[in-house]
Each structure stands twice: as structure tokens, then as C-alpha cells.
């Protein structure tokens, strides 16, 4: 280890690392653009320009390796009038837009404007016009205008996607940022690039105008969409979720996601959100209040118990559903129902590739198998047998949206049962021959836990209220319980997570906090 003084700071560097390296891990912000933590460093902005002793020029902090014994200086009056200038320069052209700018709040050339800026301007001639809408494909916009050619954005297409989608063309300050003739951006990265842009030269077509970004909470969470499990922040604002940020985690995620879990949130804010309990009477599908859909449900599940005996009630799990609900879904199975017919609907299964995205098109499938399910099969075969055999009379199903669209023939199986009742979100599907939809509500709604297909056990945060009168999925199945006379003692997901953790071989030992932001290897299947 060296040893290196910042501003005053003695502190360890290891040999091999920069100094805005060492600076960043121990808390010192030396302002810069061009450089990112995954990218190769290309050392164009010069605004992390450094004083270091005995070096008779200002130094580059981003490409400046430590020595032992080195002193540097982050603030001095030579740095800052440096930076100062470093700043008038990419404004010389930069147009002032910030009040219509979608980075405004979270743009560095702004931040560092207010801090290391502020002079008078000398710039007395017109500004270079460029192009203002410049569409990239299926998610971005470019503004040329606003682009300080740091090229991160070009680095991440051809270092961390390798499918080299951008590049920079023409000369001086007619350099622009594009794709290459006749092409679009293919990536299903692209969104990532909107990220790392340090100003609003990238905007998301999706986010776009929508909503100051002052005015949006954040929420840790895992991206639902498969079984990676990224991580991911809600930005929402009034129960609407506006946009996906990636969340660094150097153990599943690193800094990026793709754009199937960035704009796949669509359904959270849908118009087909199901508000209340819904059962059947004889004008077809009403909503109730819940007292009387529990009601109902307990009635109808009792009858084809004593008519045909509870092993004639099936429940499917879903590979939605987290980890407390699974488990309190298996408890229902056995303890409540008192049926071993209960297996889960795996995963439906898609594209893929060896970065992030995986072919299980859900979180917790791994999670249900290490709480013991086991499958109905991919199209729930093996339920389909039993259902036709009339051994299964009714279903009790989570998850009812993929139930509907991953079963074949979803209607005709549904029509041989005497009874169903369906755990959904969203109304979506051939719902008519439900006898009850109870509502659940979403990923961003509730808290708990997924384990991905690495067996890393994670947590999600509720964000904010459930929609309407759903509830989390455990909720219901404790209300349908209680009307069973079974008590389920739980109050809030981490409760029944500590049970998970006494009883769950996999799980043993793990503390619901300490799962933390990056979360916790399980111990396998
Ligand atoms: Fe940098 Fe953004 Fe310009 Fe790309 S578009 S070079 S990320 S400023
Ligand atoms: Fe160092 Fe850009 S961050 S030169």
C-alpha cells in the first residue's frame, strides 16, 4: 500500500489506482464528466484537473496513478480557476435550456456551474446551432446541442455491450455524437446510456417531459422481470411509478439493467388495475368488498371440501410472488386447505443473452424451490391430468395473469372445474369463468424478499400504498385463512421472513435487515 495526502488526508492507496479513485473511496469529490467507474478512462473533459506537488502542471486525477508518498491538491485557486475555465469552454456552444432541460437536478454541467462557475461570460458570438431531436431508436433522444463529448455513452456501446452502436463524426466543434448511416441503436442496453450521460444530451423517450426529478421519491427494489433479480430504484411520485434506475451491484448487476426491466413497469400504473375483490354473481363478475369476497371464497372452497374432499382443491404458486408469500401460500396449502396438491407454474421462458438478461422471465423461481415447490409443469401439464381425471375439482391461483396466458387452452381446463379462485393485479386475460378475483398488488407495492438463479436472496421496498383495495398476496391468504379459523401471526413480510429463516433450510441463519442493499447468498436448493 502507498501512502498519499489529499487536501491534508493521509491515506492508503493501492499501487495501480488513480487518484480520483483513491479520492472518491474516501469521500473527497473532485469534479469530473468523461470519467465513469466501468468505463476505460479517456481523460477528454479535464474537469477532475488536479494540483499534485512537484509535478509542475495540473494533472488529469482520472489518468494520474498514485505514488508513494504523493501529495495532492483538490482546491487550490490555480484548480479551481482551471475548472472555471474547463466549464466556459463547453458552454461556449452548450444552449442555455436548462428550465426545459429533463437533467435539470441531476445534471453535472449544471452542478458544477453553480459550484466552480459563475463568471461573467465573455462569449459575445452566436452560438453553433445543431440538432435538437435527434432520434437514436426505440428509447432515446439525442440533442447535439447539449453533448460535451465525453464519450461515455459511445464507450458503453463498445466496451460494456461490444455492439460499438455510436460514434463521434465531424471535426471541432461540429463534432457530433451518432449512430452510424442507416442505423438505429439495437441494443437492449440502451437505456443505460441515458444513465451515464452527464448532461441532457440523452433524454429517454419514455421519461421525457413527464415529471421534475425533485419531485420524485426514490425506492430501492429488484427488477421483477427476470430471474437476475437487478437492482433497481423506483422513482415514483403519488403512487405512480415514472421511471427504472439501475442500482449498483457489483455482485448481480453492476451499474446497468436492460430496457425490458427499465420500461417494463407499465402494468404498475395501468388503467386495468383491479381495485377491488371481484366475484361472480348472477349478473356475471361484481366488485365487493373484501369482507363479502372472503365470505364468499371460504364458502365456496368449504363446499368442495365436504363434497369432495380437500385433496380435491389445488393451489398454484407463482414465480411472482416473494418469498414470504410463497411460504405462507404453502402453509395454506397444507395446514388451511389440507391438500398436497400444490406445485407452482414455472417461469415463462424468452429471449436471453450472457450479460443480464435471463431466459426465466420472473424473480423467484428459485426462490419457490427452495422453499420446497414443485412444478405443475410448463404448461401446468400435470395439473392439466388431474383437473381432466376430475380428481382436482377447484383452483386456488396466484399469480392469475400468467396462469391465463401461459396455460393452454386456459378456458376449456377452467370450464371443467366446479370453482376458481384467482390471486391478480391486473385484469388481463379470459377472466369470465372465474367464480373470484381477489386483488394483489404489485412488486412496488409491497415489501419482502426474491432469490434470484443464483440463490442470492434480496429484498424489495414498498414504494408506496397498494392500488385500490389490494393487498400483498400473503395478506389475502391470511384473511381467507382466518375465516378457515387459522390464525396467521404475521404482521409485516419480515416476520414471516424470520420464520423463513428458522424453518427454510436454505434461508437458515439470514436476518431480514441484514440483507441489506446487496443482499445475501442462500445456501442452495
Ligand atoms: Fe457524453 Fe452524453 Fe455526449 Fe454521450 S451524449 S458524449 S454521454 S455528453
Ligand atoms: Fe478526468 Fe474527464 S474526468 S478528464
Not at 454541467?109 to 431531436?133: M, T
Request: aromatic share 10%; hydrophobic share 35%.
Amino acid at each position: 500500500m502507498y501512502k498519499i495526502t489529499i487536501d491534508g488526508k493521509e491515506l492508503q492507496a493501492e499501487p495501480g489506482s488513480t487518484i480520483l479513485q483513491v479520492a472518491i473511496k474516501a469521500g473527497i469529490d473532485i469534479p469530473h464528466f468523461c470519467w465513469h467507474p466501468a468505463l476505460s478512462i479517456s481523460g477528454n473533459c479535464r474537469m477532475c484537473v488536479v494540483e499534485v506537488e512537484k509535478m509542475p502542471k495540473l494533472q488529469t486525477a482520472c489518468s494520474t496513478l498514485v505514488s508513494d508518498g504523493m501529495v495532492v491538491y483538490t482546491n487550490t485557486d490555480k484548480v479551481v480557476k482551471a475548472r472555471r475555465g474547463v466549464l466556459e469552454f463547453m458552454l461556449i456552444n452548450h444552449p442555455l435550456d436548462c428550465p426545459v432541460c429533463d437533467q435539470a437536478g441531476e445534471c453535472k454541467l449544471q452542478d458544477y456551474y453553480l459550484i466552480y462557475g459563475k463568471y461573467e461570460s465573455r462569449f459575445r458570438e452566436e452560438k453553433l446551432k445543431k440538432r435538437k431531436v435527434v432520434d437514436l431508436g426505440a428509447n432515446v433522444i439525442l440533442d447535439t446541442e447539449r453533448c460535451i463529448l465525453c464519450t461515455r455513452c459511445v464507450r458503453f456501446f463498445n466496451e460494456i455491450t461490444k455492439t460499438n452502436e455510436l460514434g463521434i463524426f465531424n471535426r471541432g466543434d461540429h463534432s457530433e455524437i451518432d449512430t452510424y448511416p442507416g442505423k438505429k441503436l439495437e441494443s437492449i442496453y440502451s437505456g443505460n446510456i441515458v444513465d451515464i450521460c452527464p448532461v441532457g444530451a440523452l433524454t429517454s423517450k419514455d421519461f421525457r417531459f413527464k415529471c421534475r426529478v425533485w419531485f420524485l421519491e426514490r425506492t430501492p427494489s429488484i427488477c421483477t422481470l427476470c430471474s437476475r433479480g437487478c437492482n433497481i430504484e423506483i422513482h415514483h411520485r403519488q403512487g405512480r411509478i415514472y421511471r427504472i434506475k439501475p442500482r449498483v451491484n457489483m455482485h448481480v448487476n453492476q451499474f446497468w439493467i436492460c430496457d425490458e426491466g427499465r420500461y417494463g413497469y407499465k402494468f404498475v400504473n395501468a388503467e386495468n388495475r383491479i381495485l377491488k375483490p371481484v366475484v361472480k354473481g348472477s349478473s356475471g363478475l361484481v366488485p365487493v368488498e373484501w369482507e363479502v369476497g372472503v365470505i364468499d371464497v371460504f364458502m365456496n372452497l368449504s363446499a368442495i371440501i365436504s363434497k369432495y374432499g380437500s385433496g380435491s382443491i389445488a393451489v398454484v404458486a407463482s414465480p411472482y410472488l416473494t418469498n414470504e408469500d410463497a411460504y405462507v401460500l404453502m402453509k395454506f396449502a397444507r395446514e388451511v386447505i389440507n391438500t398436497e396438491n400444490f406445485g407452482y407454474l414455472p417461469a415463462r421462458r424468452g429471449s436471453y443473452d450472457d450479460f443480464l438478461l435471463r431466459a426465466e422471465k420472473a424473480p423467484n423461481e428459485r426462490g419457490l424451490l427452495n422453499m420446497g415447490w414443485k412444478t405443475w409443469g410448463d404448461g401446468a401439464e400435470l395439473l392439466r391430468e388431474k383437473i381432466n381425471n376430475r380428481m382436482i375439482r377447484a383452483l386456488y391461483v396466484t399469480g392469475g395473469e400468467g396462469f391465463l396466458s401461459q396455460v393452454k387452452d386456459v378456458s376449456d381446463l377452467l370450464s371443467i372445474l366446479d370453482y376458481k379462485v384467482f390471486h391478480m393485479s391486473n385484469r388481463e386475460g379470459e377472466v369470465d369463468s372465474i367464480n373470484a378475483i381477489l386483488p394483489s398488488a404489485t412488486f412496488a407495492e409491497k415489501d419482502g424478499t426474491f432469490t434470484n438463479f443464483e440463490g442470492r436472496v434480496q429484498r424489495i421496498n414498498r414504494a408506496f400504498g397498494p392500488v385500490g383495495e389490494s393487498l400483498p398476496d400473503w395478506k389475502i391468504i391470511k384473511r381467507i385463512s382466518m375465516m378457515f379459523g387459522k390464525l396467521f401471526p404475521y404482521e409485516k413480510a419480515e416476520d414471516i421472513f424470520k420464520e423463513i429463516s428458522e424453518k427454510v433450510t436454505s434461508y437458515k441463519g439470514i436476518d431480514y435487515l441484514a440483507i441489506g442493499d446487496e443482499g445475501v447468498l442462500t445456501d442452495g436448493i
